[in-house]
């Protein structure tokens, strides 16, 4: 499609279906330079799809885009593109597990001008390797409209496509006089958030210039203080205008790069995907279940980047659904929504929830799911506050012992000093969010985080939950102030060192249906039921204290800890049977295990698995030991906390497991391969040495890298092998290298000539 092609389809897709017929004329006249098959062309497109692209055009489009261009990697961690517009298409994507396509790139048009977004700002400098730099020059010319347009840029580094001989010089502020020099701009707009910049950026465009941008979505609330994306940031509110913007999303994790096609599946814009659901309820053509998944998963997105004062996308899917009535379905364990049978109820749930995160405290009313999860309080409980106290040097979530009721607001108030400093206002521990899972047990996203921009702040959730004041990470050199919370119900926290277990009898009593335990190191939260079980508080965080305190001595991160570990039991979690992070995740049905224990082995290896991930460090975990390295720091909890045998905790360490995996590594073929594909077989490596040469080694091994005595810390992954070589060699005083080959782990010849001269150790039987 020619520029002047493209520019009639941005006048037809302006119009609706009656104004484009009452505007024949008008537009016949607008194509009379053009062959007169082209004409025809341009009045046929209008009137598909509600003036939505034709795939050819799309395809047309795409193409100069990715001329020359193979396959682009993935950079850092890059979030999807939410596209809606009906002049805005995808050109980057990849597949989900499900096979779902999610844009990380995408490309529309809005006045005379030009617009590609990416779900991450490393892709706007063109330096990342592969044919990156081609697509950011066939970028910055599509953008552009011209082969060697004038080029700004802003927090990007232009060394690529100068070597293209393209030339680009830097500008400081977005505002009209600086943009009006540039036939387009690439901007990194992690940092370009105010309401001014967006509309005199959205105004260059309009006007027919071309804009390149990109930002990291999901990691705005930390780089901005704690804003919100959908509500906070200017250009992302003003690229509204065009159906395209970022998203607070996250994708793409096992990925490795993004293949280059020009053809890539129908409803990936949620506009098609809206259009589509309604054509099929009005009697049209049925989806399939791959199209339906497709369709709802484009429309998610989308909906991620409205901000809650938007209502037109949210009002057109309400309108492609239909009326749902009373009896719409409530998610459950038992009976959870699934992506195919209950197409419509997962998307008008997705739908609500998405706003309800966003709406202010007077909209909210409590949502019938809250119900079924997390839970109903009391309707007769009192309602009460409490002054909290909070210390700045603890970074992330304060337990406050206060549960929010669903759809009754509360109110903080904190000193004005720390007001719109990054402070905010947690309502639910569950933060998991389930909307690309293809069932769900539960609403995909319950909680609720409002920054504490002024004084007080009134809040509520449509689902309730237990209420923190959330600490960000450079508020480490505040004085601690307090916060008072009022309009809230109480709920049951033991607090090691505070309260006894005598206590707890009557703090296991209060009403709110979720409870909580801390130590300094741990935090742990479940159902109200699971809390009236347990009698013996404070033994359960004197362990769960000391399962931190050896992983972090054995790891050497006591003096990096800022905040305690925290465990959230839930009905369902986002990936996995448990997962590492802030918080760890478990499900509800581990609860009782959590918070008992026997004189064996439990609490288990799943929980000492997902703190040992949060213990990992790239200088000792390379690729094929990121299920590995974590497990060697969790079997030294049973070591050093539970006094047991750590071979115990799992049956893929047991002697007749270690055996099959030696038997298997001999037979091989591709020993490296092997090794790094099965996470047990390779720790069966790190427990030879361990049985060997003494839990102070792998001690000694990690502690290594906190100074120079072994030199610098390994870039990348053959220096991490040629490090775990020469490091544990030296500690262990033996030549490691033939083992290293057993095992089939690659190292570098100059590795192996380091150690050498060093006693060479196997272990028997090998």
Excluded at 133 to 138: G, P, R, V
Excluded at 311 to 338: E, F, H, R
Excluded at 400 to 421: F, S
Excluded at 470 to 495: H, M, S, W, Y
Aim: proline share 6%.
């Amino acid at each position: 499609m020619n520029n002047r092609q493209f520019s009639i389809l941005r006048f037809v897709s302006r119009k609706g279906a009656k104004a484009q017929r009452s505007e024949k004329d008008r537009f016949s006249k607008l194509c009379a330079f053009a062959p007169l098959r082209e004409a025809f062309l341009f009045l046929a497109c209008a009137a598909v799809l509600n003036a939505q692209m034709p795939p050819a055009l799309v395809n047309a489009e795409r193409a100069k885009i990715l001329e020359g261009v193979k396959s682009v990697p993935k950079l850092g961690a890059p979030g999807p593109v939410g596209i809606w517009g009906q002049i805005a298409f995808p050109i980057l994507s990849a597949p989900d597990k499900d096979g779902v396509e999610i844009a990380v790139g995408a490309a529309a048009a809005y006045g005379k001008g030009r617009i590609i977004l990416f779900g991450q700002n490393a892709y706007l400098s063109g330096d990342g390797g592969g044919d990156h730099a081609q697509l950011i020059e066939n970028c910055v010319k599509w953008a552009g409209n011209k082969a060697k347009p004038r080029i700004g840029l802003k927090g990007v580094k232009g060394a690529a496509l100068a070597q293209r001989g393209l030339k680009a010089e830097e500008f400081a502020t977005v505002e009209k006089k600086n943009l009006s020099d540039y036939d387009v701009v690439i901007i990194n707009t992690q940092g370009v958030v105010s309401v001014e910049e967006g509309a005199a950026l959205i105004d260059y465009i309009k006007g027919g210039g071309g804009f390149i941008g990109g930002m990291t979505g999901w990691a705005y609330g930390q780089t901005s203080g704690g804003k919100d994306l959908a509500i906070s940031h200017g250009v992302n509110q003003a690229l509204m205008a065009a159906g395209v913007a970022n998203t607070d999303m996250s994708a793409f994790d096992q990925l490795r790069s993004f293949e280059a096609r020009v053809e890539l599946p129908a409803m990936m814009n949620a506009s098609d995907a809206i259009t589509a659901i309604k054509k099929q309820r009005e009697g049209g053509p049925a989806l399939t279940p791959e199209q339906m998944k497709q369709g709802m998963n484009a429309i998610q997105i989308a909906m991620a980047a409205q901000p809650p004062d938007r209502s037109n996308l949210k009002n057109a899917v309400a309108a492609a659904l239909g009326n749902a009535g009373t009896d719409a379905p409530i998610p459950t364990a038992k009976a959870p929504l699934n992506d195919t049978q209950h197409a419509a109820a997962r998307l008008r749930l997705g739908m609500e929830t998405r706003m309800l995160r966003l709406m202010s405290a007077e909209g909210i009313k409590a949502h019938p799911a809250h119900a079924e999860f997390p839970g109903k309080a009391p309707e007769n409980a009192p309602r009460t506050g409490a002054e909290i106290a909070i210390t700045p040097s603890i970074s992330g979530w304060h337990s406050t012992g206060l549960y929010a009721v669903a759809g009754e607001p509360i109110t903080v108030t904190i000193p004005e000093k720390y007001a719109d400093k990054g402070y905010a206002v947690r309502i639910g521990c569950h933060s998991d969010t389930l909307y690309h899972l293809d069932k769900w047990e539960r609403a995909p996203d319950i909680t609720r985080s409002d920054t504490l921009a002024t004084t007080t702040t009134k809040t509520a959730s449509a689902f309730g939950g237990l209420i923190y004041i959330e600490v960000p990470g450079r508020a480490k050199d505040d004085e601690p102030f307090t916060a008072a919370i009022k309009d809230a119900i109480a709920a049951p926290l033991f607090v090691l060192g505070k309260d006894d277990d005598a206590k707890w009898k009557e703090i296991r009593q209060r009403p709110a249906p979720w409870a909580e335990m801390a130590c300094d190191k741990m935090i742990i939260s479940f159902p109200r039921e699971v809390a009236q079980a347990i009698n013996n508080p404070t033994e359960l965080m004197q362990f769960w204290k000391a399962v931190v305190e050896a992983q972090d001595d054995v790891s050497n991160q006591a003096t990096e800890r800022t905040r305690p570990e925290r465990i959230v039991a839930d009905v369902q979690i986002s990936a996995g049977y448990m997962h590492s992070g802030y918080p760890i995740m478990i499900p509800t049905s581990a609860g009782p295990e959590m918070t008992t224990l026997t004189r064996l082995k439990f609490p288990g290896w799943g929980f000492y698995h997902e703190i040992g991930h949060n213990h990992q460090r790239r200088t000792f975990t390379f690729d094929g030991t990121g299920e590995v390295t974590n497990n060697v720091i969790g079997m030294y909890c049973y070591e050093a906390v539970l006094k047991k045998d750590w071979l115990i905790g799992h049956g893929g360490i047991s002697e007749e497991s270690r055996k099959k995996h030696i038997k298997d590594i001999k037979a091989a073929s591709n020993k490296w391969q092997l090794w790094k594909s099965e996470p047990f077989l390779a720790l069966t490596t790190y427990i030879q040495l361990i049985q060997e040469f003494g839990w102070e080694s792998w001690r000694k091994y990690l502690h290594s890298f906190d100074g120079t005595e072994y030199g610098p810390e390994p870039k990348g992954d053959d220096e991490a092998r040629d490090q775990f070589l020469i490091r544990y060699s030296k500690i262990a005083n033996k030549n490691l290298a033939p083992f290293f080959d057993f095992w089939g782990i690659p190292v570098s010849s100059s590795a192996k000539a380091e150690v050498s001269k060093l006693e060479a150790w196997m272990p028997k039987g090998l």
